[in-house]
């Protein structure tokens, strides 16, 4: 009886058994919950490339062409009259469509949704406005900002939104931060 | 024949083939895990790299916007020129801090020579936000 080792055969059998099963179980656990809106460190590759994405994008937006007075993102703020374009609705005026209809190509088109948002300070500190809004974003939501310097001959439409922080003493008005935030559908 | 069969030898060496490959999994799986970490770009670190350019280049610019400025207003004597370009200054400083310090970071534009009529500025741009810091003195050109 003493000399017979089968059960400690069995044992080692039942541990393997039970090691094999834990496999498994951890494997279909990790592999299961990857949706496109799921926040995890596999998603940190795909969160850097839409981050420089979204940054090229502004650094395009900004750029001032030959012959323009300011770039296409500059002008959109100028001209923006203080209100938020939610989902899909008509975007007023022109250079803020603009704006509106390259990030709906770049973008909207490829899947990844995307809040256009304005920060600037104000006289009771820093504020934060929607320009273009899409919803709240997911949790692997990332955000890329841009500085904008405006000046008092730039011509801002929103006076009662963005105000002068120099109280005419010189040129200088105010300095707005786009901020977008993108995150995958 | 039965004592072929009766032989349970064979049993002990399928059951350590198993757990050596079991073995060889987990410790595949944890190297590639490893691997992968380490090969992984973090997000977030480009964030203090992206504010500091920001920083830098706009202080440059609007520097040169500042001197310009003053410079074209004619009406203005040299020391009203020079009150103009600091007034102008002071206003940008006051509003960037406060654009940086809403995101977690301290910022401090000082101006440690200007001379507009030889078109130079020498200035010093600091940031820190907690983890990053930097600190830059240059020397603004404008024509």
């Known amino acids: 009886m003493i000399r017979n080792e089968n059960a400690q055969l069995y044992t080692v059998e039942g541990i393997a058994s039970a090691m094999l099963l834990v496999l498994v179980v951890i494997f279909v656990v990790k592999a299961a919950p990857m949706t496109p809106n799921t926040s995890s460190a596999a998603h940190q590759y795909l969160a850097a490339q839409l981050e420089t994405q979204g940054q090229d994008l502004l650094i395009i937006l900004d750029y001032t062409p030959e012959g323009s007075l300011n770039s296409p993102l500059k002008q959109a703020i100028l001209d923006w009259r203080g209100v938020q374009f939610e989902g899909q609705s008509p975007v007023r005026p022109q250079s803020v469509n603009y704006t509106a209809s390259i990030l709906k190509e770049v973008m909207g088109d490829a899947g990844i ?4 948002e304005l920060s600037f300070d104000t006289h009771t500190g820093v504020a934060t406005y929607g320009m273009l809004w899409n919803g709240k974003p997911s949790d692997n939501a990332v955000t890329v900002s841009r500085k904008i310097i405006l000046h008092d001959d730039d011509g801002v439409v929103a006076t009662d939104k963005i105000p002068d922080m120099d109280s005419n003493a010189t040129r ?12 995958r559908m | 024949m039965a004592d072929v069969i009766s032989n349970e030898d064979g049993q002990m060496m399928l059951l350590t083939g198993l757990l050596v490959v079991i073995g060889v999994v987990i410790y595949t799986a944890l ?3 490893i691997i992968l970490t380490a090969n992984m770009p973090s997000t977030g670190v480009d964030i203090s790299k992206q504010d500091i350019k920001d920083l830098r280049s706009l202080t440059e610019s609007d520097i040169k916007k500042a001197a310009y400025y003053s410079n074209t207003n004619l009406s203005m004597s040299e020391n009203e020129k020079n009150n103009y370009f600091l007034t102008y200054i002071n206003s940008y ?3 960037i801090q406060k654009m940086y310090s809403a995101r977690g970071a301290s910022v401090d ?26 600190d830059d003195t240059f020397i603004v050109y404008y024509p």
């Open chain 1, 113 to 116: 949704a995307y809040n256009l």
């Open chain 1, 172 to 183: 200088f008005y105010n300095i707005v931060d786009v901020r977008l935030t993108l995150w």
């Open chain 2, 31 to 33: 190297l590639n895990d």
């Open chain 2, 93 to 95: 400083n006051n509003t």
């Open chain 2, 109 to 134: 534009v000082v101006l440690n020579n200007v001379t507009l009529n030889r078109a130079t500025t020498n200035i010093t741009i600091k940031y820190y936000d907690g983890k990053v810091g930097y």
